[in-house]
């Protein structure tokens, strides 16, 4: 399975990432597959931020929950971030990332620079 994100490189203060994962060699639907997004500020560890399941059912890390969003396109196999509200706290390197259950996370996307700034 081969990962690609893409996205804006650079946003303001208050405006909405969104990023999106293109993925070849695999479904989207397939099952018991996970769609995580995960991203590293600037010197820092991996952030968790949310997944999309093979049903579509979404899951995200509670202090990004109100401002997150996951969605999927089937036809196009791919999915979509959503970060509203951006500050540059959100400045990090974005990882699209597939799992088989919650935490086997086996294929990684190169990921993408997103910097908040104004």
């Known amino acids: 399975v081969q990962l690609q994100e893409s996205g804006p490189g650079l946003l303001k203060p208050s405006q909405t990432l969104s990023l999106t994962c293109a993925i070849s060699g695999g479904s989207i639907t397939a099952n018991y597959v996970f769609w995580n997004w995960i991203r590293q500020p600037p010197g820092k560890g991996l952030e968790w931020m949310g997944a999309?399941?093979?049903?579509?059912?979404?899951y995200f890390t509670t202090s990004l929950k109100s401002r997150t969003s996951i969605s999927r396109d089937t036809s196009k196999n791919q999915l979509t971030l959503q970060l509203k509200a951006v500050t540059p706290e959100d400045t990090a390197v974005y990882y699209c990332?597939?799992?088989?259950?919650?935490?086997?996370?086996?294929?990684w996307g190169q990921g993408t620079q997103v910097t908040v700034s104004s």
């Open positions: 999309i399941l093979h049903s579509g059912n979404t």
């Open positions: 990332v597939r799992s088989e259950g919650p935490a086997n996370f086996d294929s």
